[in-house]
């Protein structure tokens, strides 16, 4: 049943109606290369494949060339990553299926922006940046953290993220395993692995990656008068 959430998961995110499209598309891609979306590109005559962990390919609709690499739009001035703009469509579309009631939130009294924040309990900058959560809430900044155990969907980290998101108090257990705290063991159906496999299909490898609601990712920890800064001025 796993298998064919999954599979319905990244075909939904297919862009184009036309099947045959897709088709030609994967017969030169390498085999087994997943496609995420199809979609025409700005480049004229040019499709944007989304593939595999959030990577961008752009091929031609006479199906005789694909381009790798960043693309870069020169127009009225103004310069902007096409491979940004589609990867973004990734992450907020994949968003959107994760239900806020998954996240261990950590909600500010006078909210402005919400932040998703694909966690890992045992990394320090994860524990840093959870050590500063006042000055996130002070800062009008919410947090609600998902599940994303670096070393993958075994061993201790999987289960204590498993535990923190069974316990009755998600928020103090999640918080005591980051100050290298023990718990105690708990199972229960949980989001964990939902949000692993989410996560890994954007792209992301290391915690803690922040995504702002437009869809703007940062890797690492970044102190939260810089990440208010980023959000208002770019």
């Known amino acids: 049943m796993k298998h064919l959430k999954i599979l319905f998961f990244l075909s939904f995110f297919i862009l184009s109606d036309d099947e045959g499209i897709k088709d030609k598309i994967q017969k030169i891609l390498p085999p087994g290369l997943p496609i995420n979306f ?10 944007v494949v989304n593939v595999a962990n959030n990577q961008i390919l752009y091929v031609s609709k ?3 060339f694909v381009l790798a690499g ?16 589609y990867q973004t469509k990734l992450i907020k579309n994949i968003l959107t299926t994760i239900d806020v009631n998954e996240s261990i939130s950590f909600i500010s009294d006078n909210e402005k922006y919400k932040l998703t924040v694909f966690t890992d309990i045992s990394c320090s ?3 840093l940046l959870h050590s500063e959560i ?6 009008g900044l919410t947090i609600n953290y998902l599940a994303f155990p670096r070393d993958g969907l075994t061993g201790n980290v999987y289960k204590d993220m498993v535990s923190a998101w069974c316990s009755q ?14 718990i105690k063991e708990l ?23 922040i995504i702002l609601e437009d869809g703007r990712t940062f890797s690492g920890y970044i102190p939260a008068n810089e990440l208010i800064n980023i959000i208002e001025n770019g």
Request: net charge negative.
């Open 38 to 47: 199809i979609e025409t590109s700005q480049i004229p005559e040019f499709y």
């Open 62 to 64: 006479s199906f005789e």
């Open 70 to 85: 960043e693309v870069i739009q020169l127009k009225e001035g103004q310069i902007t990553s096409l491979n940004d703009q």
């Open 125 to 127: 900058y994860c524990r």
């Open 134 to 139: 006042d000055s996130y809430l002070d800062e």
């Open 169 to 182: 108090n998600p928020k103090q257990s999640l918080t005591n395993l980051k100050k290298g705290e023990e």
């Open 187 to 209: 199972e229960c159906s949980n989001p964990v692995s939902d949000h692993f496999r989410k996560g890994s299909l954007l792209g992301i490898t290391g915690t803690p990656t």
